[in-house]
């Protein structure tokens, strides 16, 4: 059984949640400085980190698997609502619907990760991005269950790269965030912050989040020697955001295409 909804929006409104949120955001931010016109879809519990895309986004959903519950997002009095509720494995849209699609308190608990990734795959458009936000074995949010990202399995990120090449994406940028201590002391905005510029230059292996991006080919996956960059003026705007080349991807061949 997954963490229920409401105890995860408790979370985002306390300290800590913030503190995740924006440290979050800062990567998404330097990856997509620009989704005007796009589709975006959130899976999982990712609405307090689509909201920022929100305004300029052509449409952006955040789906909630029933298993977790679903509230209402975005909350604000007189906003329509743009939360769905419906089966882990099974969603509610076309294929290719979806140009961008946030993963967040998604993979930790799900009851099955290859078919949850294909769902994924299936409704995200062509060369489509997809970003994993989930729990680092290695951090120490993982190991607090006070908070939503102590709960489930938390990945390393050999266990995500074969996770996400299983299911036809090819990883492109990986980042760490979030190294301030679980507790409320450190996550205040000033705190959290000294945390986060610290721990990108001192320990960069121990973020308590782990992200990577991926991206949907139709064709063979083609090996690459480093990340897709990242706009350097979104960089400088984000400090501590810098992403790490990917590993190298095999080629996909066709038996691989017909799973």
């Given at each position: ?56 986004a052509r449409r952006a ?115 760490r965030a979030l190294y ?80």
């Amino acid at each position: 059984m997954r963490t229920e909804a409401i105890e995860i929006d408790r979370f985002y409104r306390s300290q800590r949640g913030e503190a995740a949120r924006t440290m979050v955001h800062r990567r998404l931010q330097a990856l997509w400085p620009q989704v005007k016109g796009l589709d975006m879809l959130g899976y999982g519990f990712a609405g307090p980190y689509l909201e920022p895309f929100r305004e300029h986004a052509r449409r952006a959903v955040a789906f909630m698997p029933s298993t977790q519950g679903a509230v209402a997002w975005p909350d604000r009095h007189g906003e329509r609502c743009a939360s769905a509720l419906g089966e882990e494995t099974r969603l509610p849209f076309a294929e290719a619907m979806f140009d961008r699609i946030v993963a967040v308190h998604a993979l930790e608990e799900a009851d099955d990760l290859q078919r949850l990734l294909r769902e994924l795959w299936r409704v995200l458009a062509p060369e489509g991005r997809l970003v994993i936000v989930a729990a680092h074995r290695a951090g120490a949010w993982a190991r607090v269950d006070s908070t939503p990202f102590g709960h489930g399995r938390p990945f390393s990120r050999g266990q995500l790269t074969r996770l996400l090449t299983g299911a036809l994406f090819e990883p492109v940028a990986w980042a760490r965030a979030l190294y301030a201590p679980p507790w409320n002391l450190f996550c205040g905005p000033r705190l959290s912050g000294v945390f986060e510029s610290a721990g990108e230059r001192v320990w960069p292996g121990f973020g308590g989040l782990i992200l990577v991006e991926a991206v949907k080919h139709v064709g063979a996956i083609r090996p690459t020697t480093a990340a897709v960059p990242v706009r350097r003026k979104a960089l400088d705007a984000a400090p501590g955001a810098a992403l790490s080349p990917p590993e190298p991807s095999r080629t996909l061949t066709a038996k691989d295409k017909c799973q």
